[in-house]
């Protein structure tokens, strides 16, 4: 896939941009808080739906402003089509392609590297489960589907506990909630076997040392290996009586956890700051093998910021391993660093100051 050209309308605080992208390696310099995130947050939103901050609408559109619309003009092998997408402070989004309302959107092949990745690795096991869910469904439509059927008897289950809905009543959808979140837990641990190795060498090559990093699926009180569905009906009755006094539901793959073990510890409270940062970057680039894996093709890549945060010979690996997508997207606030980079790769310099966007040298 490639982007050959962007529009966006009052999108955070870029008023109006219209740029067109003749080269492969795209860079954004500025200063912080000038609206480079910003520019790579509409691409990741007009490739894959969603915010990569997990913004609510109103807040990617820009102050006063009743709307935001992003429109990008793609070229895909000899297809060339254009997607559109308005986001409205109220009512659902609306997305287009080449005109045309899209009743069935699908994702397009690209993958975003931000800052707040680490905290996949050392936040709550929410942010690992959503990490490993967005993985998912970024290759899975269907996926998806079942996760939203998922949270949607979680939610109608946790009312009825509430309520002290009859006994009855709480079977029926205890059941339907073990049948969906068994394929939850089924495909998050299938995606993870494909995952892990990818992980575990990209993670090698940055640490320059063969350490000892595990993948664990810790499932909340059921053993997933001795039957996903059995082991979750046997969880669901042992917090039978816990559940009625606390009014929520104790079991289910909403409550399990994705451990990173570094050396057989857990990373998320013993590794270090500079080794969170690699096995973040490294969780990227297996994501990012995977859809190639999974589209055949290369995938555009969205890098924010990052190549600061490493030494020049782990800047020079990232480098390596990302120059070779099908177009990469860079911001910095250190530009020699990236020219540095480059060789004799072509770059395209953009200019970003004050929600201005402008062609550079």
Known sequence: MYLEKIELVNWRNLEKVELSFPEKVLVLGGDNAQGKTNFLEALFLLARGVSPRRARDEEMIR???????????????????????????????????????????????????????????????????????????????????????????????????????????LEIYGEKLISCGAKVVETRIRYLHQFVPYFQGFHRELSGEDVSLQVAYRSSGYRWEEGIEEGLRKARERVNEEERERGMTLFGPHRDEIVFLL??????????????????????????????????????????????????????????????????????????????????????FFRVEGGRIERGE
């Open 63 to 169: 102050w006063g402003k009743e709307f935001s619309y992003l429109r990008a003009q793609i070229r895909e092998e000899n297809l060339h089509f254009t997607r559109e997408v308005v986001v409205k402070k109220e009512g659902k989004k609306e997305w287009k392609r080449d005109g045309k309302r899209e009743t069935r959107r699908t994702s397009l092949p690209l993958v975003g590297y931000f800052p707040q990745d680490q905290e996949i690795i050392e936040g709550p096991p929410q942010k690992r489960r959503d990490f490993l869910d967005e993985a998912i469904s970024f290759l899975s439509p269907s996926y998806g589907g079942e996760l939203r059927e998922y949270e949607k008897l979680l939610y109608r289950r946790n009312f009825l506990l509430r309520e002290h809905s009859p006994s009855e009543l």
């Open 263 to 348: 050396r057989g510890r857990e990373a998320r409270d013993f590794a270090s700051q500079g080794e969170k940062k690699r096995m973040a970057i490294s969780l990227r680039l297996a994501e990012t093998s995977m859809a190639e894996s999974f589209y055949q093709k290369e995938v555009v890549i969205l890098v924010d910021d990052i190549f600061s945060e490493l030494d020049r010979k782990r800047r020079n690996l990232l480098w390596q391993k990302i120059k070779d997508g099908s177009q990469v997207f860079l911001t910095t606030t250190e530009e020699e660093e990236v020219k540095e980079l480059k060789g004799s790769y072509p770059l395209s």
